[in-house]
T-cell receptor, first 118, second 114 residues
Framework: AQKITQTQPGMFVQEKEAVTLDCTYD???????LFWYKQPSSGEMIFLIY??????QNATEGRYSLNFQKARKSANLVISASQLGDSAMYFC???????????????FGTGTQLKVEL | DAMVIQNPRYQVTQFGKPVTLSCSQT?????MYWYQQKSSQAPKLLFH???????NEADTPDNFQSRRPNTSFCFLDIRSPGLGDAAMYLC?????????????FGQGTRLTVV
């Protein structure tokens, strides 16, 4: 079973509009962390935002916010006021609890390609 | 001010010819990871180091090996590259131990096998 599911292979949004990128996850751990990364065409993965499983408030970082619905196991990324530079691949990822030796793994979804249009 | 540096950015190798990809970091992080990312797919973890302790993923082919001579450097060796090994290879680092620790990625090495 997929641990991280991103059902939108591609999304379009107009500049200055908001867009929501979907992410659902599967884990039996009580402790886990959810991340969103941006990958421009240059290839580097850029960290955007983090949400912990015990965090009561939704995470926000500038124009990025995370709509965390724990019971539904979803962690959707909301980008407000889209800019042309937001065009990129976006990945949802998860770290699960049960860490041994600190080498906890980051598991990624298949990503959503976002295109911002004028 | 790159913190995780991968060399080269682009690598072309011949089918069956051993190739080495390198990664260095200035963050002094204990954990280093190698991911393989094929086109339109999720990055797939190949293995990771916690200091010198090597952790191989169960489904990583034997064709892939790694070395970490010191904290700063990590190498990915592909002993006999096949056409199916063409991919982007991403190196990442992180501090150990906590769930909220993000991973820092290099720009990747795009490997072509001819």
């Amino acid at each position: 079973a997929q641990k991280i599911t991103q059902t939108q292979p591609g999304m379009f949004v107009q500049e200055k509009e908001a867009v929501t990128l979907d992410c659902t996850y599967d884990t039996s751990d009580q402790s886990y962390g959810l991340f969103w990364y941006k990958q421009p065409s240059s290839g580097e993965m850029i960290f955007l935002i983090y949400q912990g499983s015990y965090d009561e408030q939704n995470a926000t970082e500038g124009r990025y916010s995370l709509n965390f619905q724990k019971a539904r196991k979803s962690a959707n990324l909301v980008i407000s006021a889209s800019q042309l530079g937001d065009s990129a691949m976006y990945f949802c990822a998860m770290r699960e609890g049960g860490v041994t030796g600190g080498g906890n793994k980051l598991t990624f979804g298949t990503g959503t390609q976002l295109k911002v249009e004028l | 001010d790159a913190m995780v540096i991968q060399n080269p950015r682009y690598q072309v190798t011949q089918f069956g010819k051993p190739v080495t990809l390198s990664c260095s970091q200035t963050l002094n992080h204990n954990v280093m990871y190698w991911y393989q990312q094929k086109s339109s797919q999720a990055p797939k973890l190949l293995f990771h180091y916690y200091d010198k302790d090597f952790n191989n993923e169960a489904d990583t082919p034997d064709n892939f090996q790694s070395r970490r001579p010191n904290t700063s450097f990590c190498f990915l060796d592909i002993r006999s590259p096949g056409l199916g090994d063409a991919a982007m290879y991403l190196c990442a680092t992180s501090r150990p131990g906590t769930l909220n620790t993000e991973a820092f990625f290099g720009q990747g090495t795009r490997l072509t096998v001819v």
